[in-house]
């Protein structure tokens, strides 16, 4: 009967505060995982690892049956209740960028012949996910390029602290690529194109289409014969000289010989850029003569030049 109630008493004493009680979620940085991460109040072994951490942006979830045989091997007065007694635990990481591997791609293959201007192709590369803040290393081991093919292939060898090393299969293809002039934003018809109004880029040569600008000297100061869009490359036949007189406007006529020259005012029967030639009738004479545009309202005409028809 002694027995019975002693047992009793201890069953029904309330829970010494300092008992360990079960962390349902933890958020680690380090390479392994410590008692203290799966328990609270863990005692003098709290700091003791148990096992590794799960990888960079990986998470685990320890079960109850591994939860109890930690807490006995560890001294800690704890068992599970129910079968949701469990621990979460997640190891933040941050994502390699895919242009950080592709620059150290271009730059070995670039020495086995590759064009540096190549787009590479590597079909279901996902960038390993190493430690935040962690001090990270990359290297390339055996690259290999075939220029007949534009095939290539490397092994990427990826070192991090508070992780192994990591080494993985690159294999891929390189694109030739052309330049390219693109609108950087909506212009109108007509409208004139200045160094703001494009930009330098590079697109697969697989892709394009004939008769595109590839140079901006192509393009500024060339006036739209359609609209174009933001994005959109400038296309050459779209693209003409400014008109520098205008159809029906007043001009002045130059008229050189040897030995003389005169000026009469003419209305313009056309539009022109500089250079081209263009109808103008004499207002004194009503007389249709061709002339070279020279600059904004002035056209030469030879002097002796025979009126067209009209």
Partial sequence: MKRFLLAFLLLAA??????????????????????????????QNAGRAI?????PGRRVVVEPAQLLAIARAHGLAWRPLTAADTVVIERPGRSLSRDEVLDLLRGELARLGLDPEAELELPGFQPPMVPFAAFTQLALEQPAFEPATNRFSAMLLVVAEGMPSLRLRLAGRAVATAPVVIATRRLALGEIVGPGDLRLARHRAERLRPGLASDPGQVVGKALRRPIAINLPFVLNDLALPSVIEKNATVTMLMEGPG???????????????????????????SVVEGQAIGPGRVRVAFGSVPVSR
């Fill in 14 to 43: 309330p829970a010494h505060a300092d008992l360990a009680q079960l962390r349902p979620h933890a958020v680690i940085e380090d390479a392994v995982i410590r008692l203290s991460d799966l328990f609270d109040n863990a005692g």
């Fill in 51 to 55: 096992g590794p951490a799960p990888a």
């Fill in 260 to 286: 003389i020259s005169m000026t009469a005012q003419g209305r313009a029967l056309g539009s022109a850029a500089r250079g081209e030639v263009v109808s103008v009738m004499n207002l004194a004479s009503r």
